[in-house]
């Protein structure tokens, strides 16, 4: 069965500092896709990335690059220079490409809660 | 603009009440999902359907109900049989069911009084 674990609750920073947040997942399947997804107080999920089981190359947009190491079945977080505006919920969720009609499900950590302070 | 739809955003129901949350998507996407999400707590999935007329229950869908007439729209039935129905509730499409992105709506509060 396939299980993410967030295991920092909560981070707080002050603003400009970096923070890394954490994601382990575990699956049986060779092939499956990880993401992050951003829950800022109004609640709805913004997509951030989607990654492939086979794209094991590390990815950077802007402030925010993510670290895919499949040895150590993680895919963390990094904010770089952090702002106020960052401030928010952060998601990992982990879909197998598996048969049977599984494909289509989404396991969500419980999420990480970062608070960035002025 | 192209996105994802619910209403309402706040919803309060007396116990006993059934009462259905609205999703309507404008992507042209053949797959939708709904989610809930409790404090503290990452999503559960409670239904999805991958094509129109049709739809399969996730891992919490006891007093919940669904239908998928038209590809726009994927309504939610809270029934009186959900024993904790008070969530955020969060809807979802996407191109299909095959390892897509989701997208998500704005989601619902939903409130038993």
């Known amino acids: 069965a396939q299980k993410v674990t967030q295991a920092q609750t909560e981070i707080s920073v002050v603003e400009k500092e970096d923070v890394t947040l954490d994601c382990v997942y575990e699956t049986r399947d060779t092939t499956y896709y990880l993401f992050w997804y951003k829950q800022p107080p109004s609640g709805e999920l913004v997509f951030l990335i989607r990654r492939n089981s086979f794209d094991e190359q590390n990815e950077i947009s802007g402030r925010y690059s993510w670290n895919f190491q499949k040895s150590t079945s993680s895919f963390n977080f990094t904010i770089t220079a952090s702002q106020v505006v960052d401030s928010a919920v952060y998601f990992c969720?982990?879909?197998?490409?598996?048969?049977?009609?599984?494909?289509?499900?989404?396991?969500f950590g419980k999420g990480t809660l970062l608070t960035v302070n002025p | 603009d192209g996105g994802i739809t619910q209403s309402p955003k706040y919803l309060f129901r007396k116990e006993g009440q059934n009462v259905t949350l609205s999703c309507e998507q404008n992507?042209?996407?053949?797959?939708m999902y709904w989610y809930r999400q409790d404090p503290g707590q990452g999503l559960r999935l409670i239904y999805y359907s991958q094509i129109v007329n049709d739809f399969q229950k996730g891992d919490i869908a006891e007093g919940y109900s669904v239908s998928r007439e038209k590809k726009e729209s994927f309504p939610l039935t809270v029934t009186s049989a959900q024993k904790n129905p008070t969530a955020f509730y969060l809807c979802?499409?996407?191109?299909?069911?095959?390892?897509?992105?989701?997208?998500f709506g704005p989601g619902t509060r939903l409130t038993v009084l």
């Open positions: 992507l042209n996407h053949d797959a």
């Open positions: 979802a499409s996407s191109i299909s069911s095959e390892t897509d992105t989701q997208y």
């Open positions: 969720a982990l879909s197998e490409a598996g048969s049977g009609g599984s494909n289509y499900k989404l396991t």
